[in-house]
């Protein structure tokens, strides 16, 4: 029978099961979980808040023409610009909505090893630190905690612990 030189076969070697995940990984999934279920809920709680602003509840708008027809009223009364709307809307509920699934993608799959993961989840985490930094430039100090908690995840993600990880 034909065994194989270890270097080249599959999978780990016979009767040596896969390293544990290592605490920093562990650590970095957790806060990514917590900040994109925050992300998510915050996205919601600003599409309620909203809404209830214009005027509308959930009963009563049976599909996206009535939502938007009432939007468009509510600005025609107040006066705003649609596309100003359009944009706060944007930065208002989509911002957080899109980072927080992301963020719940990226902590569901940084368990398993692939290179592909860690490089992933440091891009993401340097994008938002800069925006982050871009909050802090307008003075917004409540962006203090979410930088210092992006700048700890790439630390632990890009450490000796969570290098060997994944390579493996």
């Known amino acids: 029978m034909y065994t194989p030189h270890p270097q080249y076969a ?3 070697p016979a009767g ?3 390293p544990p995940i290592p605490g920093t990984v562990t650590v970095v999934r957790v806060l990514m979980f917590l900040g994109g279920c925050l992300g998510v809920l915050t996205a919601l ?4 808040l909203l809404g209830a602003v214009m005027g509308m509840s959930p009963g009563e ?3 996206l ?3 938007q027809r009432i939007a468009v009223e509510f600005m025609a009364d107040e006066g705003i610009d649609p596309e100003v709307m359009a944009a706060m809307i944007g930065l208002v509920i989509g911002v957080p909505g899109a980072t927080g699934l992301i963020s719940l993608f990226l902590a569901a799959v940084a368990g398993r090893r692939s ?3 860690p490089v992933c989840i440091t891009v993401f985490q340097v994008l938002l630190a800069l925006g982050y930094l871009l909050n802090l430039l307008f003075l917004n100090l409540l962006a203090l905690v979410p930088l210092a ?8 993600i890009c450490g000796s ?8």
């Not at 709680?45 to 309620?48: I, L």
């Not at 908690?149 to 632990?156: A, G, T, V």
């Open 10 to 12: 599959y999978g780990p």
């Open 16 to 18: 040596q099961d896969p």
């Open 45 to 48: 709680a600003a599409a309620v």
């Open 61 to 63: 708008v049976s599909d």
């Open 65 to 67: 023409s009535d939502a």
């Open 115 to 117: 290179r592909m993961w």
């Open 149 to 156: 908690l992006c700048i700890l995840k790439i630390c632990l």
């Open 161 to 168: 612990q969570a290098r060997a990880y994944y390579a493996s």
